[in-house]
Structure formats: C-alpha cells, structure tokens
C-alpha cells in the first residue's frame, strides 16, 4: 500500500520532470539556480569582504540596474529574431542628450528628449532593416557606428556634467526608503517588459514572429511592424539606461556604455532568451543581468587581476550559457531561424 | 445553382522565368469537396498560396458569393471567410495549442481599453480550446504543450480545428494527410467530411487517389500550371485522374 503510494509519487514526479524538460522548462531555471549558486559561493568566500553587506548588495543592485534596463529591450528585439547592436553608443547618446537638456528645460524634458532619441534610433534600425531587408545585425551595426561617431562630436569627447538634483536624484543617487532609485526604475522595466511579453497579444505576436516569420505571416500578422517595434522597444529601453547612467554618474558622455553590448547579450541568453527568436524570457533577462553584477562586484572583492576578472567571467558565461540553452537534438525546427 | 462558394478565373502567376500558374479558372462550392490534382510542380500551392493572399497573381480574379476582391494579404482572406491550411506554414512549434489556435484572433479583455493595448483574455481563451477541440473529436493531451512537440497527426488537426473554429465558409487544405499514420490519416478525413457536411466549401490539394474518390465530389486537375481537366469525380475512374495529372490524357475544358 505505502509502496503503490510512493511508486505513483515518483511516477508523477518523473511525468512532471519529463513533461517539464521536453518545454524547454527546465532550462529556463537555469538562470535562477545559477544565481543562487553563484550568490552562495559569493557569499561563503567573501563573507569577510562583507559581500553580503546593505552597502554591497545595494551597490550590486545600481550596477545591475542600467544593464537589466537594456537586457529587458534585447529580450524582445532576439525574442523577433533581430537583434540590436547598437544599444550601446544609444546609450551614450541619450546620456548626452539628456544632459544638454536637462540645463535647459528639467529633469522631465530631459529624461524625455533622451528616450525620444531612442525611439528614433529604433525607427531608423527597423525601417532600414524591414523595408531595405537588410538584417538587423549588419543595420545596428552600422548604426551603432554612426550613433558612437555623433555622440564623440557632440561635446568634443569632453563628459557633460549635470547639474540638477531633481534629475539626479529620480534617475540615480535618490533612494526610497533603502531603496535605490535605480533599482525601482529597474523593477518598473521588468514588470512592464514581463506583462507586454506575457499578457499582451503584441508579445505574442513578437515570439511568433521571431519563432517563424513565413508562418506568422501566413496567419495574417503585419511582421514588418512586429519587427520594426521590437528594435524600437529595444533602443528605447537603451535610451532609458543612457537616463539611468546619466543619473547615477551626473554626467553625460560619449563612452557611457560602450561596453555593455556583450554583457547585455550574455545576460538575456543566460536568462534562457533564444538568440534566434520565438523564445524569451524577461525574467530570465534581469536575473541574467544581475549575475553580470555579482560576478563583477564578487571577482572585484576577490581582489583579482583586471585580467583574470575578463577570464573569470568569460569562463563562467560559457558555462552558464551551455546550461540555458537548448542541446541540438532537442531544438528540432524551431531554432532556426 | 448560386454563386460559387469560391470561384477563380483566369489567374496567372509568374516567378521570374517560371510560369506557375497560367490561365487557371476553378469553382468551389459549398458542401462540396473539390480535390486539386496534379503533378509536382503543376501549380497546386501557388494556386492555393494566391487565393490564400500569401502570393499576389499577376492577373485574374477572386469572387467569393459573387464578389469579386482583391486579396492583398492573409488576413483579408480570412475577413473574407478563406481559411488555409498550408502545408508547413500552419502553426508556429514553439508556440502552445491555445496561442495557435488563437494566432492573430486573440480575444481580449478589459473592455474597449483592453482590446486597444491587446490585454489577452487567456482563461476564455484556453476555455473555448478545450471546447473546440471537443466537439471536433480531437484529442490533444496538454494545450500547454508547444505544438511542436505534438505528433504530425495531432498537429494537423489542430490546423484543421482552426479553421473549423472560426466557422469559416471555405477552407483550403494543402497536403493536411501526408505523412500521417493511417488512423490519424482517417482522423482528418472525418473532419473534412465534417466541413463539408457543415456546408462549408472545402478545396484539397491531395496525391493519394484513393482519398480522391473516398471524400470528394469534384476534381481539378493542374498541369505545368494550367488546367488539364476539371470532372465530377464520380463520372471518372482514378486511372483517368492518373491520366489526367501525367497529361496522358486531357479534356476540353473550354475555360
């Protein structure tokens, strides 16, 4: 009797792990174990470093806060099946956009006429890439030259400082509570990003898009329009980090963000986002960018080499990345693109 | 007799140097099920593809009850009342039953706010599914399972439940029993037969003979993309459709 009880149990249990890996399902936890993990070895190792303190785990949060604002807006353009090389220099841009603007006319219209910057950018990307059928990688990464080479002659490569405290202090030094404005801005992103990717028909859209253009297009939906708004919810997304940057460090410049594309990019993939399109996960992403965080902040704490970090880190993204992603035999059709 | 269902004239399609469709003209009526015949290569899916609206004809009309219209995409076809299931276009593998099923027609909820931003109305949605798929005779072990997973025969009733969901008045199928196992095979045919006792106008594109005369009443036959014959398959033999589709023998259509 006790026996039959336990044999069915294990049977449920092995249906739900085999119904679980076949979606893909155990795969897209990947990222949260790993986080654990790596917060756990974190935590034991650096005990000492005060890893775990307020102060660092604060600090850790306004690091990850910029890089999980654009993760957010990767998850979708990959989600499409594009993907937006230029996020960085959008940064860059919109931070220096924000800065001259914000002297003149406030904080809002500041903050405003940066992601307008964007959005603009995301126009010209997606424009160029669904009307002159161009992929999005070979377009951004024209753009993004063109964005960086704007940015360097706004302001003669000399930072643009900021000075307005209501800016500042809504879009970086400023806190609620313990709570660092940066990491509120963050949780808005990702609870916008996770509700548009989940409860609204446009997400749906997007993954069908990007999962397969040719049937998604047999099913009446106008692709063309899909992909141009997830480059453009991408570069906005850029933009608002190119604010948060602005804030945090009161200045604008044209070497903000130059170099987060790949850690962007290792963030969404190891939050269990498909580089190849029709499967995302928000989530996933802003995890994804606060493991990014914590391996800066803890290799730091460890006191190693600049150039032992670089290794450090590129070994353990390799190796989460081959966890989250799907084996070959398992992605019959559905990842190509 | 009314208007056709569906009625293509002198439709005309080129790629490049290749002509795929040449002057072809075809009815469809309702509670008929027209088989669309031919070789490899004779024009079959660039004819269904251009009623369908995925491909735009270089000439020739579509009248629907009579109406001429201009199919300019998927989605006017399927206002219009056309649904498709395409040979390997239907449904999208990494999405799951509920989310094809309802592709591009989700309902939403919230009111008329919710219907602008597109707030999905998940719980109707996965609710009307079940029904669907119920009162269709599918079985379909968890709609939560990407279609991509599910067996030929499960998916390609899916497809067809798609388009019997939205009570369509005519249905194109390219190929819906290839490769399926015999049962599952039988499945679909029930479900075709179903569409055409609902008075729905069905037109299949098919290679098997045998299905030919088991469920349709008319027959189209293409031919190097133009029309070789076009016969009530009741009055003809299946080796005369075989000779039909190899151009061994023809029939003066007089399109």
Not at chain 1, 91 to 119: K, P
Not at chain 1, 160 to 177: E, Q
Not at chain 1, 197 to 212: E, K, Q
Request: hydrophobic fraction near 50%.
């Amino acid at each position: 009797m006790r026996f039959h009880a336990l044999a069915s149990a294990g049977a449920r249990l092995r249906r739900a792990w085999t119904n679980q890996s076949e979606d893909g399902g155990f795969r897209q936890y990947v990222v949260y174990l790993a986080f654990v993990s790596i917060l756990a070895v974190f935590a034991l190792t650096l005990w000492d470093d005060g890893f775990l303190s307020w102060s660092n785990l604060l600090n850790i949060g306004r690091q990850a806060a910029p890089i999980a604002v654009m993760a957010v807006g990767m998850a979708f353009a990959l989600a499409s099946a594009e993907i937006d090389l230029s996020i960085g220099s959008t940064v860059a841009l919109s931070s220096l956009v924000a800065a001259v603007v914000v002297g003149d006319y406030g904080f809002f219209f500041g903050a405003l006429a940066a992601v307008g910057v964007g959005a603009v950018i995301g126009l010209v990307n997606g424009l160029i890439t669904v009307k002159v059928r161009i992929p999005s990688f070979l377009v951004t990464l024209g753009t993004l030259g063109i964005i960086s080479g704007i940015a360097r002659n706004m302001n003669n490569l000399q930072s643009m400082p900021i000075r307005n405290d209501a800016f500042s202090a809504l879009f970086g030094a400023g806190s609620l509570g313990p709570i660092s404005s940066l990491v509120i801005w963050t949780a808005v992103v990702f609870v916008l990003g996770h509700f548009a990717l989940h409860h609204l028909r446009w997400g749906r859209h997007v993954l069908a898009t990007g999962a397969n253009r040719a049937s998604a297009k047999a099913a009446g939906l106008n692709t063309d329009r899909i992909r141009m708004s997830a480059l453009v919810v991408s570069s906005v997304a850029a933009s608002f980090a190119g604010v948060l940057l602005a804030g945090r460090l009161a200045i604008g410049r044209h070497d903000l963000g130059e170099n987060d594309l790949l850690t962007v990019i290792a963030a969404v993939v190891i939050g269990g986002t498909s580089l190849f399109g029709g499967r995302a996960s928000v989530a996933g992403a802003v995890t994804g960018a606060l493991i990014m965080a914590m391996l800066n902040n803890g290799l730091i704490l460890m006191g190693l080499e600049v150039a032992d970090q670089l290794i450090a880190r590129g070994l353990i993204i390799i190796m989460a990345v081959a966890l989250s992603m799907r084996t070959p035999s398992e992605s019959v059709g559905d990842d190509v693109p | 007799m009314t208007a056709p269902a569906l009625s293509v004239r002198n439709m005309s399609k080129a790629f490049r140097a290749v002509q795929a469709l040449e002057d072809v003209s075809l009815d469809i009526r309702r509670g008929r099920v027209t088989a669309l015949l031919g070789d490899n290569g004779a024009g079959k899916s660039t004819l269904v593809k251009c009623i369908a609206g995925v491909y735009q004809p270089d000439s020739g009309t579509v009248s629907i009850d009579g109406e001429t219209h201009r199919i300019s995409s998927p989605d006017v076809a399927r206002m219009l009342g056309v649904e498709t299931v395409h040979q390997n276009l239907s449904l999208i593998d990494s999405l799951n039953v509920v989310e094809n099923l309802f592709l591009n027609r989700e309902y939403t909820r919230g009111g008329s706010f919710g219907s602008r931003i597109g707030l999905l109305h998940k719980r109707r949605m996965s609710r009307e599914c079940q029904a669907t798929l119920a009162r269709l005779g599918i079985s379909i072990p968890s709609l939560r399972k990407p279609v991509g997973l599910l067996s030929g025969g499960q998916r390609q009733a899916i497809a067809i439940g798609r388009a019997v969901a939205w009570g369509q008045k005519i249905v194109l199928l390219d190929e819906p029993a290839a490769a399926l196992g015999v049962e599952q095979a039988q499945r679909v045919l029930d479900l075709i037969v179903a569409l055409r006792d609902a008075d729905v106008a069905v037109l299949l594109i098919t290679h098997n003979m045998d299905r030919v005369t088991q469920v349709c009443d008319d027959a189209v036959v293409l031919r190097r993309g133009r029309k070789a014959a076009e016969v009530k398959v009741d009055q003809v033999t299946k080796d005369d459709l075989v000779a039909f589709i190899t151009g061994a023998k023809t029939t003066d259509t007089g399109t």
